[in-house]
């Protein structure tokens, strides 16, 4: 049977001038504005001979990823849903200084390297196959400067369904979860929403979720009208398992500090248990 080979539209809208080829993977500089607290104090500044020092406003993430996967390893492969989360995290940087957080299917590093601009310690999860673990690990190195916090890198499956005590001790240290364009496929969905089920019931600790996703729409003669299926599905998840959950849609006025196409279809989703 023919294997489909998907290209992430962040790959297709991006210019590739920046790229340089390492096998099958390339290095591109993600370029991002600084917001307003990670600007330099004292912006203005002159060197030894009383010159003025433009001072730099912006910073680069160095993200190492594929630009062409079979759909297994899309992981690979920056999506635009990690830019909206970073930019969310990024705007909002009271919410996650001094916090433990969690990424689930975090591909290739991106939003949990933003997080750990901030957070105490960040634990960037995705399934163990092909290479992405490795990956985020070299990504996290790349961009260590960044890093303010403990960075952990581990495997999670959502398909399991038991995971290590040092897996369980990390979800349960922690306050937010996050995670951006894992809703595209109906049974990793459904292993999803179970993975979340047991995260925010395993205690009585009150914890946000951040999901970010693209709608991804099509039409169908049966409702002549365009349905986002995933996203569907993904409701009908939580309501098929009664989970009383508050599922509230965060409004995207909130700065761009990456360059990506901030589509109408990108949503963020802030979850708790109620
Ligand atoms: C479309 S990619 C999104 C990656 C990244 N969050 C982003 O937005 O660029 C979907 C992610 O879900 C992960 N994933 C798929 N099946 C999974 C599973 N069973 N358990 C954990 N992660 C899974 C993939 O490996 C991949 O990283």
């Given at each position: 049977m023919a294997s489909f080979k998907i290209t992430s539209e962040v790959h297709a809208e991006r210019?590739?001038?920046h790229e340089n080829w390492r096998q099958n993977y390339v290095v591109t500089q993600f370029a991002f504005a600084y917001p307003p607290h990670m600007k330099?104090?004292?912006s203005v500044k002159y060197d030894h001979e009383g010159d003025l020092v433009l001072q730099r406003k912006e910073g680069k993430l160095l993200i190492e990823h594929s630009i062409c996967t079979q759909l297994e390893l899309v992981g690979l492969q920056l999506w635009r849903g990690a830019f909206l989360l970073a930019d969310y995290i990024m705007a909002n940087p009271q919410e996650f200084e001094h916090q433990n957080v969690v990424e689930l299917?975090?591909?290739?590093?991106l939003t949990s390297i933003a997080a750990a601009m901030l957070a105490r310690e960040v634990t960037c999860t995705d399934i163990d196959l092909g290479e992405i673990l490795p990956l985020i690990k070299r990504n996290v190195e790349r961009n260590?400067?960044?890093?303010r916090g403990k960075f952990n890198v581990m495997a999670l499956n959502f398909k399991d369904t038991d995971w290590p005590t040092s897996l369980k001790r990390k979800l349960a240290e922690s306050r937010i979860i996050l995670a951006a364009d894992?809703?595209?496929?109906d049974s990793i969905t459904d292993h999803f929403v179970s993975t979340l089920e047991k995260i925010l019931h395993s205690d009585d600790t009150k914890r946000t979720v951040y999901v970010a996703l693209e709608k991804r729409f099509v039409f169908t003669i049966a409702h002549l009208d365009s349905v986002a299926p995933s996203y569907e599905e993904f409701r009908r998840c939580i309501a098929r398992r009664r989970l009383k959950w508050t599922l509230e849609e965060v409004n995207l006025n909130f700065p761009q500090?990456?360059?990506?196409?901030?589509?109408?279809e990108l949503v963020l989703i802030k979850i708790h248990k109620t």
């Open positions: 210019s590739r001038s330099p104090k004292n299917g975090s591909g290739v590093g260590s400067k960044y890093i894992v809703i595209y496929d500090y990456f360059k990506y196409d901030r589509v109408k």
